[in-house]
């Protein structure tokens, strides 16, 4: 599937709990955890009350608000119609993957930084980049405490570096990745694929369609990922290397 920049602004509509009377917004993470891991999130068919927790509460802090979001009946036939948006529509909200959450699966993370990149200056100057740096692996991730701050993440390129805020985003507006400014469209060059011990790793291969010159070029990435153990950033995958051409390809055939 292609995936086409979009300039437009982004509708996230809502669905309203009957009884708190108090707007649910639709977003991926929350896609992702009811269909993949209905069991994490507690719901079952039981008429218990369960709290829906946001995905706004991720290791890196709130998005926006302190408030909580209201309990949720999972027999309310509210609530299935609020699954029902959510799977039909694929509703996507960029506000809500602009950083790492346990609920993103190694796919979204890719995607998001992708799409964000594609949208660089929006809503600032170099958001996209700086999306793509909450997506990277922060040095020493397992130690960090909650609310810490990160000095290193994990470089794009194949070898071990570790860069500051300024180098990373110096780093993304260079060569090669530079190409990703420009993109204006994107699809999935080969499958996800786990490995290593566990399966913690993941990679997949992405093929972009950039702007060059006026002219459309091609490149192909293959997007690293590792999955951290524990910490603020428990179970979220980060990314541990970008890089130029298909290597999943090889993975395959080894």
Avoid at 102 to 117: D, F, Y
Avoid at 215 to 226: I, P, Q
Wanted: aromatic fraction near 10%; glycine fraction near 4%; charge should be neutral.
């Amino acid at each position: 599937m292609l995936h086409s920049i979009s300039r437009v602004g982004f509708a996230i509509p809502s669905v309203l709990n009957r009884r708190s009377q108090a707007k649910l917004p639709l977003y991926p993470s929350q896609m992702h955890a009811f269909n993949c891991s209905k069991s994490s999130r507690n719901f079952s068919n039981s008429n218990s009350r369960r709290k829906l927790i946001s995905p706004l509460y991720c290791s890196s802090g709130p998005l926006e608000g302190n408030q909580d979001l209201p309990e949720v009946n999972p027999s309310d036939s509210i609530l299935e119609d609020f699954l029902r948006v959510v799977n039909k529509e694929q509703i996507q909200n960029p506000a809500q993957l602009q950083r790492p959450s346990a609920l993103h699966p190694p796919t979204t993370v890719i995607s998001a930084q992708i799409e964000a990149l594609q949208r660089n200056d929006y809503p600032e100057e170099n958001s996209g980049v700086m999306t793509a740096y909450s997506f990277a692996l922060p040095m020493d991730a397992e130690q960090l405490t909650v609310g810490g701050s990160q000095t290193h993440v994990r470089s794009w390129e194949a070898k071990e570096t570790w860069l500051t805020k300024a180098e990373f985003v110096e780093a993304v507006s260079s060569h090669p990745y530079r190409a990703f400014l420009t993109t204006t469209q994107w699809q999935p060059a080969s499958a996800l694929q786990f490995h290593g011990k566990g399966d913690l790793q993941a990679l997949q291969a992405i093929q972009i369609v950039s702007k060059i010159d006026g002219e459309d070029k091609r490149f192909t990435f293959t997007f690293c990922l590792a999955k951290v153990e524990s910490g603020p950033y428990n179970n979220c995958w980060m990314t541990v290397g970008v890089r130029s051409g298909n290597y999943a390809v090889f993975e395959e055939l080894s």
